[in-house]
């Protein structure tokens, strides 16, 4: 998902195929919650702090058409010690269609390492847990 910062929010495009069906011709709920913690992995890029998802909460207000553009807008709504608080929308046209509220929790790099995987090398510039 390409995603573009916007005056301190993260906004994306995003149409959902074939792949991402739950009822006939509709998107998977699971499809649009991961959407919508992906953006939220963005807002992270644009603070510059490695954080995780501790709860997501998502809200559907009306079914999501497969094949359909949407517009998906996030921010961090607030910060307090490690925990950093989301908002974002999914939209259809002018049409909210889903809501999310999060709560990540700033981690050390060490946390990704642990994986095995390598991190990108500009996280590495970033404060970690510590930064309050
Ligand atoms: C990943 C991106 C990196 C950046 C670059 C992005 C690049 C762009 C691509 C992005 C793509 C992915 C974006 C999606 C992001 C994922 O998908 S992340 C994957 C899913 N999430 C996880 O795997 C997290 C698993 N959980 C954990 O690792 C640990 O439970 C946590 C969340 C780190 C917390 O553990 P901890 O460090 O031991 O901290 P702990 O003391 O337990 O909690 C700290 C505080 O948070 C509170 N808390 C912790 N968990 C909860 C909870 N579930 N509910 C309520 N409160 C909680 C605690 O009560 C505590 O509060 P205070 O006592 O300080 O008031």
């Avoid at 910062?5 to 195929?17: I, N, P, Q, S």
């Avoid at 058409?65 to 989301?86: W, Y």
Wanted: glycine fraction near 12%; hydrophobic fraction near 50%; include cysteine.
């Amino acid at each position: 998902m390409q995603m573009q910062a916007v005056d301190g929010e993260v906004h994306a495009d995003l149409t959902l195929d074939g792949r991402m069906e739950g009822a006939p011709g509709l998107a998977h709920g699971g499809a649009i919650a991961a959407a919508l913690d992906d953006l939220f992995g963005g807002v992270l890029v644009l603070l510059e702090t490695p954080a995780v998802t501790a709860r997501l909460n998502v809200e559907y207000r009306l079914p999501v058409p497969l094949h359909t553009p949407l517009h998906l807008v996030a921010r961090c709504t607030a910060t307090e010690g490690r925990k950093l608080h989301m908002a974002g929308t999914m939209s259809a046209g002018e049409a909210i269609v889903a809501e999310a509220s999060a709560m990540f929790v700033r981690v050390e790099i060490a946390h990704f390492e642990a994986s095995g995987v390598p991190v990108p090398d500009a996280w590495r510039s970033w404060g970690g847990a510590a930064r309050g």
